[in-house]
């Protein structure tokens, strides 16, 4: 059975990010997209809240698994028998940062661990989970970039000023 990890950090889980886990859904047997506990960062929606999302937005498709995790990638894929990572690229800017953690994991797993990378599709090729926030604690419409309940859960962490039409 071939299964596949999706890491990030889904601060929150995008229509790009969906976009991505619904055609790596279709290649492997099971995907396994997995919430990083980054202790460095500080996100709006805690780890917990953001598996819970991403459980919500995936209920759909029944071959998707969402999980959290510390530490290494390649530690924890090991564990829980995944030899392969996807990730998306929307530009060249993403594409220098992921090479060097593509490269990276396969190093440090010594080889265990490669990465399949998915071009997002045009349609979301400008969105990232920054500018989602962004514009939401602007009060600015996402109605295009995250599901409605995600645009819900973001009106009531920024307030009362957030406008979402
Ligand atoms: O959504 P993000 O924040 O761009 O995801 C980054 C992520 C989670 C894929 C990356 O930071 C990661 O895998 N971190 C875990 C720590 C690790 O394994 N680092 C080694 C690679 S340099």
């Known amino acids: 059975m071939k299964r596949a990890v999706y890491p990030g950090s889904f601060d929150p889980v995008t229509f790009g990010h969906l976009d991505v886990i619904r055609r ?16 460095v960062k500080s996100p709006l929606f805690s780890v917990e809240e953001r598996v819970k999302i991403l459980k919500e937005a995936t209920k759909d498709i029944p071959n998707v698994q969402v999980d959290s995790f510390s ?11 995944m030899h392969v990572a996807v990730r998306g690229l929307r530009a060249i800017t993403d594409f220098e940062y992921e090479l060097q953690i593509a490269q990276t994991n396969r ?3 010594g080889g265990a661990l490669d990465t399949v990378f998915l071009t997002t599709s045009l349609e979301y090729a400008y969105l ?3 500018s989602v926030k962004e514009i939401a604690s602007f009060g ?26």
């Open 71 to 81: 530490g290494l990638l390649i530690n924890y894929a090991a564990e829980h028998n």
């Open 128 to 130: 990232s989970s920054s």
């Open 107 to 109: 190093k440090l797993s």
């Open 140 to 165: 600015g419409d996402i109605s295009e970039c995250v599901p409605d309940f995600v645009a819900e859960l973001m009106k009531e962490k920024y307030g009362s000023e957030f406008i979402s039409e």
């Open 24 to 39: 790596a859904s279709e290649m492997f047997d099971v995907l396994v997209v997995s919430v990083l506990n980054n202790k």
